[in-house]
């Protein structure tokens, strides 16, 4: 059992756990996730490690409310358990001093770009910091950001904040050098950013998030193409060259289980309603 | 001179163990075969000759006293039996259903030369269910002797070598990657051959002998093996299993509807996908599945295909001759509506305009000469080819040995084309103190060969740990 300490909202059905997990918060590293399973009866979900603390024994992670399993765990608080995490999986990023780093984090995987911003920093980079959001309700840790970046550029789909759209990356691009380039966020994203940082030979790390049930390298369910070869995204990435990578490939193969998920997530919901509220899923220490 | 007493009559054909029909079982994840009763096991067993030098003893790779547990049935000494089996084999429950008896004991047994050999796998599943319905007897463990131990990966071999090391004496912690322990028998092999409440009985009792059992570790990323070794462990057992699936190759094989074995199996077995929703864990399954190879763990997947309502087919390039599943299997899946379709194999998929698998092109095979594994080799014939409308794909072409342990193990010599830990014949590595056992080593075997070699592997290390001041 896994205890939750904290529960924090960031914003409209956007949450971060910290979790009781001492020998993960021993080993962890920027750029690598974890499973959870929250119930007897429920799925392996992977989220990416958002911060760490060896002393205090535990890991934050943050997650949006898509599906059942998201769902049900935005109904959990503080003193609640997860039946398990499993973690830290997935290759650590490569960190070191590269120069100069553009650090893109889009949506809820903007709480997982922070521990990179942060390790990029301790290695001794200078780092320009981009958070996307859908629009300004959905803007959160903009001030970490300040803190931990050199400068931070916001940008929103809609405009109601900062930039309207990533176009802007295209002109920052024409007037300063950067070394690399690493993007968490939205697959469409990922492969926005990819597009823009190719004409200037950037190296450019992106974070796959394809469907995953073990994580460890057993069923090959997050099988992705990169540079024309399968990759399993769990043991070779989740980081992998964002010029070489079948985005195509990725969107269909997310989609996978749709039916399925929203049939799930539908009959769920149905169910809460008609119990007054959520009791599912919910294990005490 | 003395009168010699008539012999009783030796019956030829043994007992016969009751099954779920066909039509039945294949709407259900229930046991297939029920198991004998104490009057159908008590007949069996006075079949059995109780020989001086028993050639089934020989023929079991853990050696159990075969005909020693025989006779505790005739004469109703089921704890006893049980015991007795239980000196050399921790899962009874799991051999007794899922050992390949017809190859290994069985096939030595002196009946089989004038009728049907006595059927040891029944008997040993009806003492370790006798047992698990009376409660179990806990042996007593050796006096501690003060060495901590490591075992990694809580399948046949893991679980083995950790009964065996406690019981002489040694702290056990077990760390399993999953988030439930068990290895193939959890995730792999499906509940109506082996009940997963099975399972958890028998990791119950090594756990009531005192193993600390850790659950979603996965050595290599949470801690690696010399780490472990750092930290206080005077030696460790890898039994991580071949759970790396493989792929062909072919085009349009990340398609939807395409599953590995393996990604099919964890999502049925481990997660009880059979059960969505009520189980969270969603498995998408169309009409026409295809199940491509022949092994043991193809069937299982046709067997599981056929039970969520799908017509099945499987491909096979070569012969009927030739499948390497077991004969009991064949006929199960037969008898439950599965088609076979011989000597062919796919060169491509193509899709529907959402990336769904519609259509599978395939060549037709033809047997040439032996290959190095002694079987006729497939030929492809030139211009046979043909298209087969499927919606799901199974490849059930084999899995190779879980990696990460031999990629974040420095100096832990493995073999680089098999990636198999390579091992002496007591499981020792080449590294002090790390012995290693199961499929990781062998590359894909079975139950009681992963049990064999973490009871050989358990007595080197027990040796080397009381060598070590
Ligand atoms: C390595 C890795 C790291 C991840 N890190 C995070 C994270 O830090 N925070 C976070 O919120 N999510 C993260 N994800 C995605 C997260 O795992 C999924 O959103 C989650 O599994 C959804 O579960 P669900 O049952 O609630 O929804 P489901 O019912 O499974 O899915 C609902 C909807 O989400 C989509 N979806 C399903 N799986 C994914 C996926 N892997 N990526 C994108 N969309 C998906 C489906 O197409 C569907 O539209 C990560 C995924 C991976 C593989
Ligand atoms: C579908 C299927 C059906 C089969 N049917 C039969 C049958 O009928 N009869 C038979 O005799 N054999 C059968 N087999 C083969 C048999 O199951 C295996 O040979 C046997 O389970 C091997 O045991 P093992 O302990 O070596 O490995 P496994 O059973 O694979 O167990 C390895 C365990 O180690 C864990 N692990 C892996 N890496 C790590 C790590 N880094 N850290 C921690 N834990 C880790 C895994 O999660 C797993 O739980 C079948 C196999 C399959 C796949
Ligand atoms: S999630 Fe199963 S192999 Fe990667």
């Known amino acids: 059992m896994y205890k939750i300490v904290s529960k924090t909202s960031l914003a409209h059905k956007e949450t971060l756990f910290e979790v009781e997990a001492p020998d993960i918060a021993a080993k962890a590293k920027a750029g690598q996730f974890?499973?959870?399973?929250?119930?007897?009866?429920?799925?392996?979900?992977?989220?990416?490690?958002?911060?760490?603390?060896?002393?205090?024994?535990?890991?934050?992670?943050?997650?949006?409310?898509?599906?059942?399993?998201?769902?049900?765990?935005?109904?959990?608080?503080?003193?609640?358990?997860?039946?398990?995490?499993?973690?830290?999986?997935?290759?650590?990023?490569?960190?070191?001093?590269?120069?100069?780093?553009?650090?893109?984090?889009?949506?809820?995987?903007?709480?997982?770009?922070?521990?990179?911003?942060?390790?990029?920093?301790?290695?001794?980079?200078?780092?320009?910091?981009?958070?996307g959001c859908r629009s300004k309700d959905f803007l959160f840790m903009a001030d970490e950001a300040k803190a931990l970046s050199d400068k931070v550029y916001v940008a929103s789909d809609d405009g109601s904040i900062g930039y309207k759209g990533l176009d802007f990356l295209k002109d920052l691009l024409k007037t300063e050098k950067f070394d690399?380039?690493?993007?968490?966020?939205?697959?469409?994203?990922?492969?926005?950013?990819?597009?823009?940082?190719?004409?200037?030979?950037?190296?450019?790390?992106?974070?796959?998030?394809?469907?995953?049930?073990?994580?460890?390298?057993?069923?090959?369910?997050?099988?992705?193409?990169?540079g024309g070869q399968m990759k399993f995204g769990c043991i070779d990435g989740p980081e992998f060259d964002g010029h070489q990578v079948d985005f195509d490939e990725l969107v269909q193969r997310q989609r996978l289980m749709l039916p399925e998920e929203r049939l799930s997530s539908m009959l769920w919901e149905m169910h809460k309603e008609h119990e007054g509220g959520c009791k599912c899923g919910r294990n005490k220490a | 001179?003395?009168?010699?007493?008539?012999?009783?009559?030796?019956?030829?054909?043994?007992?016969?163990?009751?099954?779920?029909?066909?039509?039945?079982?294949?709407?259900?994840?229930?046991?297939?075969?029920?198991?004998?009763?104490?009057?159908?096991?008590?007949?069996?067993?006075?079949?059995?000759?109780?020989?001086?030098?028993?050639?089934?003893?020989?023929?079991?790779?853990?050696?159990?006293?075969?005909?020693?547990?025989?006779?505790?049935?005739?004469?109703?000494?089921?704890?006893?039996?049980?015991?007795?089996?239980?000196?050399?084999?921790?899962?009874?429950?799991?051999?007794?259903?899922?050992?390949?008896?017809?190859?290994?004991?069985?096939?030595?047994?002196?009946?089989?030369?004038?009728?049907?050999?006595?059927?040891?796998?029944?008997?040993?599943?009806?003492?370790?269910?006798?047992?698990?319905?009376?409660?179990?007897?806990?042996?007593?463990?050796?006096?501690?002797?003060?060495?901590?131990?490591a075992v990694v990966g809580a399948g046949p071999a893991g679980l083995t070598a950790a009964a065996d090391l406690i019981k002489l004496g040694h702290e056990v912690t077990m760390f399993e990657a999953l988030h439930l322990p068990g290895g193939v028998l959890i995730y792999g092999i499906p509940e109506f051959r082996l009940p997963k409440a099975i399972v958890r009985n028998e990791v119950a009792y090594i756990q009531k002998l005192g193993v600390d059992l850790r659950l979603g570790n996965l050595v290599g990323r949470i801690h690696t093996i010399p780490e472990l070794m750092k930290s206080g462990y005077d030696a460790v057992f890898i039994g991580s299993g071949a759970g790396l699936p493989q792929f062909m190759g072919l085009p349009g094989e990340n398609l939807g509807g395409i599953y590995s074995a393996n990604e099919f199996l964890i999502r049925v077995n481990l997660m009880k996908g059979y059960a969505f929703p009520e189980y969270d864990t969603p498995l998408r399954l169309g009409k026409h599945v295809v199940v491509i190879g022949g092994g043991n763990v193809a069937m299982d997947c046709a067997r599981c295909s056929m039970r969520l309502g799908a017509d099945v087919c499987l491909l096979y390039r070569r012969s009927r001759e030739e499948l390497p599943a077991r004969q009991e299997e064949i006929e199960n899946a037969e008898e439950e509506g599965l088609v076979c379709k011989f000597l062919a194999a796919p060169l491509k998929f193509t899709g529907d305009e959402k990336g769904w698998v519609k259509a599978m092109e395939c060549q037709a095979m033809e047997l040439g000469p032996p290959d190095a594994s002694g079987r006729r080799r497939p030929v492809p014939i030139k211009g046979s080819e043909f298209t087969m409308e499927v919606d799901t794909v199974i490849i059930a072409i084999g899995q190779t040995p879980n990696p990460i342990i031999q990629r974040t193990t420095e100096g832990l010599v493995a073999d680089p084309r098999r990636g198999t830990i390579t091992v002496d014949e007591n499981g020792k590595t080449s590294l002090e103190g790390v012995y290693a056992g199961g499929d990781v080593a062998t590359g894909a075997a079975t139950v009681i060969s992963a049990m064999g070699m973490g009871k050989k592997a358990a007595k080197a290390m027990h040796e080397y740990l009381m060598s070590k001041k």
């Open chain 1, 180 to 226: 690399r380039c690493v993007v968490l966020g939205p697959v469409v994203m990922m492969r926005d950013v990819s597009e823009i940082t190719k004409p200037y030979g950037i190296p450019t790390i992106i974070t796959v998030t394809p469907i995953m049930v073990d994580g460890m390298g057993m069923c090959g369910v997050c099988r992705v193409t990169v």
């Open chain 1, 34 to 131: 974890v499973i959870v399973v929250p119930h007897e009866k429920g799925e392996r979900v992977p989220l990416t490690i958002c911060s760490y603390d060896v002393d205090k024994g535990t890991v934050s992670f943050a997650f949006h409310e898509v599906g059942k399993t998201t769902k049900q765990m935005g109904c959990l608080n503080e003193g609640d358990c997860l039946l398990n995490v499993t973690g830290p999986l997935g290759n650590p990023s490569e960190v070191e001093k590269f120069g100069k780093v553009l650090c893109v984090g889009g949506s809820i995987m903007i709480a997982p770009a922070l521990l990179q911003v942060k390790a990029m920093k301790e290695a001794g980079n200078h780092v320009t910091t981009v958070l």
């Open chain 2, 1 to 149: 001179m003395a009168e010699t007493k008539p012999k009783p009559k030796i019956k030829k054909e043994a007992i016969e163990m009751p099954k779920q029909e066909p039509k039945v079982r294949v709407k259900n994840f229930n046991e297939v075969a029920l198991g004998y009763s104490e009057e159908q096991a008590l007949e069996e067993a006075t079949r059995c000759l109780q020989c001086v030098k028993p050639q089934c003893v020989a023929g079991c790779p853990v050696e159990v006293p075969i005909p020693e547990f025989i006779k505790c049935i005739k004469e109703k000494k089921y704890a006893e039996g049980i015991a007795t089996i239980k000196s050399k084999n921790a899962l009874p429950a799991v051999c007794g259903r899922v050992c390949p008896q017809e190859e290994q004991c069985q096939v030595k047994c002196v009946l089989g030369k004038i009728g049907e050999p006595v059927s040891i796998g029944r008997l040993e599943r009806y003492l370790a269910d006798w047992e698990r319905d009376h409660g179990f007897q806990l042996p007593e463990n050796a006096k501690p002797t003060g060495k901590k131990v």
